[in-house]
């Protein structure tokens, strides 16, 4: 959102429901971005029919739609999504990233574009930056020629998913008020709050044991901004040795009921 806010475009939003975003609310706009594998923040999946519906827009419109996939590599249910872009690789632009898989810092990622538009991107990474690090690109080049890539992202993902069992294995006996979605895939849950339950309260009481979880408040945008109160619980961020005990804290502010 503040990027498209600092290239002074007009922003609509979608809602976003069971299937993902609406997309029959689309209409005159040049573009849509679109997180399709695991909806950010609210983890559902874009149904295959809204899949088919936004290449029909983007298709009727002339339009673009930007495919996010920041944490693609990892889905732990048995049904691995296909692209997007691959239903219509001449409007739609795929973006990846190493931010999830490697570190954020690394500032590294991957678009694949439309041919009509490759010139454009070309010329706007050069403006932005004069392109990213030469060494670093290179590093990971071969760290993904090697293989060692791939084994990483396994390991990382049989690691992630045991943690998101524990979370789910402790929320349910210790927290049975709450209901947990989003969870087939990538790096955070949303933790549903009772509906009497204040989401800021909710915060505020896990910021003060030192949890940095997100209320899902402080996503929304637009005239859209009626939702379920809700937690966004990341749980890759703590190194291993600190994991058992932030689970504890977050068990112990959602055991505490309403505060
Ligand atoms: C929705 C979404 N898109 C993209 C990214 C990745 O952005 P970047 O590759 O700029 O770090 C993130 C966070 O990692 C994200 O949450």
């Known amino acids: 959102v503040s990027s498209v806010a600092a290239a002074h475009l007009n922003l609509t939003t ?19 971005l679109l997180t399709p594998a695991h909806q ?15 290449v029909e827009w983007a298709r009727d419109a002339g339009a673009i739609v930007i495919e996010d996939d920041y944490d693609g590599e990892f889905r732990y ?21 190493a931010s999830k898989t490697l570190a954020p810092g690394l500032r590294l990622g991957w678009l694949v574009v ?13 403006l932005a930056d004069r392109n990213s690090s030469a060494i670093d690109q290179l590093t990971l080049a071969e760290f993904i020629r090697s293989g060692a890539y791939d084994r990483h ?9 045991r943690r998101r069992d524990r979370l789910l294995a402790a929320l349910e006996r210790r927290a049975p008020h709450v209901r947990v979605s989003g969870i087939a895939a990538g790096l955070h849950a949303l933790v549903e709050l009772p509906a009497t339950w204040s989401e800021e309260d909710v915060v ?14 402080s996503y929304a945008h637009g005239p859209h901004q009626q939702h379920r109160a809700a937690l966004v619980v990341g749980y890759a ?12 804290r977050l068990l112990a502010v959602l055991a505490e009921g309403e505060g």
């Open 114 to 126: 439309p041919s009509a538009l490759s010139d454009a991107v070309v010329s706007a990474k050069t």
């Open 153 to 161: 992202v396994r390991r990382s993902r049989l690691s992630y998913r």
């Open 237 to 248: 961020k703590p190194p291993e040795h600190a994991f058992t005990g932030a689970l504890a």
């Open 14 to 32: 979608l809602l976003v429901d069971q299937q993902g975003a609406a997309i029959d609310q689309l209409g005159s706009e040049a573009a849509v």
């Open 204 to 217: 505020a009481r896990a910021s003060a044991r030192g949890l940095a979880v997100a209320g899902l408040g």
């Open 77 to 97: 249910d048995r049904h691995p999504l296909g692209a997007l872009q691959a239903l219509a690789p001449d409007r739609i632009v795929y973006a990846g990233t």
């Open 40 to 54: 950010f923040p609210v983890g559902v999946p874009l149904s295959a029919r809204r899949r088919a519906e936004v």
